[in-house]
């Protein structure tokens, strides 16, 4: 019997099937390519006999459940109307049925690859290469276990029964272990000790556990070399000498690497021998800073140009300093330079203050200064600056007699700290004072008490010195106007002298006219220059 009624939809009515097939379309549902509703699930949602008055209006909206969701079922349809796919990578489930490899695990195209370390080779790479295809499994029959290792042949040539966790050698693999072993023998031969570049072992059969000898001339990397005999000590006495303001003092200071000895821009500012002791591994030198060699009338002049010359004379070596500018040699300069060269001592010319000439006007002046005397050698430098002077102290050594140390070590002058406080005092006067002032002066330290003196910041020394002049006129210019200028030298002074000592420093100041002590015998031996 033919059935004439109407088709009914999802919900029993006439149509309804129409209404909800606009409706999914509307509400964004699949596409008609898409996978259709099963029967059964239609007729599971038809309404009881009974109820077919009841409306029911199409459901609205997306389904409460992601089941009842047609594009939950599949998001290939999506893609194919250019719809951007829901999620990256494949689905969940489509992750879990993807066969992989077991060295990789799942991943999706956004995670960075794992790197995969292939498997290591065997042992006996050539014996597996080498093997016969005949030793290779047909198809048919089942596949054997791989064995462990591989066992090489013993020494004579036969093939060991294998133990527990190994497997013997296949027939196939005899031939290939056999040329491993041939090749051995062959590399054993070129390490015997007749042959060139062998070392000198044993063989493991005849020495077995015990260690292969050594031959005389295998030396290993970590043993002790021999050290290298120590270079030969040199100590010597170098006078520096020259004409005054050429930088004599300053030389000194920079070469020990600390003051010594007083510097200012007037002549004559060393009035006396000044020792400076550099000590280094392979020699020592006892520097010896020496007043300006000038035409002296008397007095103090004639003592200073004479202590200049004696040092010299005791002197192992000398530095002659120049300063650079004119190629022309004064008439003072040569005198000076025949006082020298009367002392026959090896001599250094040192042209100094470089830094205020033009290297091209160097060679001028050196070229000049070479055919005066045969110089030991001819040392451009720069004094203040330090420019060319780290390697200076080596050249000296050079030329100083073999011999030991001649000052023990830590001990870089001989001079007293009274002897040096009292010259920085001078140094205060030279740079403050002008004309006659700085020339007429002498300084004698009348007290030095270190009772308090201790390592710190609460040590002190007690300082009372006296400051000698000529003249009335020269005393009222050193105390100054309400005692200023008195009061600038003794804070410059006790600044310097603090440095030196490492405390604290209480300066008492005193002016004393002294009438001509420059030109008299006594008035030098109260001054403190006395005929060495």
Known sequence: MTDTRPPQGKFGQPGAHKRGRRGRRGKGAAS????????????????????????????????????????????????????????????????????????????????????????????????????????????????????SRLVPPSASGEVRESTKGEQALRPEDVDAALALKLAAEHFAKELEPGHEGAEATQPEDEGEGQPAAESDEYVHWNDPQPEQPPQPHRAGFVAIVGRPNVGKSTLLNRLLGQK?????????????????????????????????????????????????LQTLSDADAAL????????????????????????????????????????????????????????TEVYPLSALKGENVEQFPAAIAKHLPLGPPLFPEGVWTDTSERDLCAELIREQILRRTEQEVPYSSAVLIEAFDEAQRETGTHGLVRIHATILVERDSQ?????????SMLKDIGQGARQGMERLLGCKVFLELHVRVEPGWTESEQGLAKAGYTKS
């Open 475 to 483: 005393k009222s210019i050193l105390i100054g106007k309400g005692g």
């Open 32 to 147: 008609p390519g898409g996978p259709q509703q099963q029967p059964g699930a239609e007729a599971k949602k038809a309404p009881r006999p009974g109820q077919g008055s009841t409306q029911h209006k199409p459901q609205q909206g997306r389904p409460r459940h992601a089941s009842q969701d047609p594009r939950a079922q599949t998001s290939k349809p999506a893609a194919q109307h250019g719809s951007r796919p829901q999620g990256r990578g494949l689905e969940r489930g489509d992750r879990r049925e993807r066969p992989r490899d077991e060295h990789q695990r799942p991943r999706d195209e956004h995670q960075r690859p794992r790197h995969v370390h292939p498997p290591k080779p065997s042992r006996a790479p050539e014996a597996v290469q080498q093997s016969t295809p005949a030793a290779q499994a047909t198809p048919g029959e089942p596949k054997k276990k791989r064995a």
């Open 260 to 308: 010594l000895a007083i510097t200012s821009h007037k002549p004559q500012t060393t009035r006396g021998r000044v020792l400076g002791i550099l000590t280094q591994k392979d020699f020592q030198i006892a520097l010896v800073d020496t007043p300006g060699l000038h035409e002296a009338r008397g007095g103090l002049n004639a003592r200073m140009v004479e202590s200049a």
């Open 320 to 375: 002659f300093l120049i300063e650079a500018g004119s190629p022309a040699i004064d008439g003072p300069t040569r005198k000076a330079l025949e006082l020298v060269l009367k002392a026959r001592k090896p001599t250094f010319l040192v042209v100094n203050k470089i830094d205020e000439v033009q290297r091209p006007s160097l060679l001028p002046l050196i070229d000049r200064w070479r055919g005066e005397h045969a110089w």
